[in-house]
């Protein structure tokens, strides 16, 4: 369970979305931010099963642009 997890990586990471015990988030850096968030979830206690990229398709990458 994600019981007080946001709060402890709200400093590292964009919290996109998430679930009783499932989180999806953002980062501009992964290769500098996944190890340490990773450590960081270790030190807790919170096991992680996958840690995998979402791909983007191009559609949504054009859209993500032209709303900002």
Same mark, same amino acid.
């Given at each position: 369970?994600? !019981?007080?997890?946001? =709060? !402890? /990586?709200? @400093?590292?990471?964009? /919290?996109?979305? $998430?679930? @009783?015990?499932?989180?999806? $988030? =953002?980062?501009?850096?992964?290769?500098?931010?996944?190890?340490?968030?990773?450590?960081?979830?270790?030190?807790?206690?919170?096991?992680?099963?996958?840690? =995998?990229?979402?791909?983007? =398709?191009?559609? !949504?990458? $054009?859209?993500?642009? /032209? @709303?900002?």
């Amino acid at each position: 369970p994600l !019981d007080g997890l946001l =709060s !402890d /990586v709200e @400093d590292l990471v964009t /919290v996109e979305d $998430y679930g @009783d015990t499932w989180l999806r $988030y =953002s980062t501009p850096e992964p290769e500098r931010v996944n190890p340490r968030l990773l450590q960081q979830l270790a030190r807790r206690g919170t096991p992680v099963v996958t840690l =995998s990229e979402v791909p983007r =398709s191009l559609e !949504d990458v $054009y859209l993500r642009i /032209v @709303d900002e």
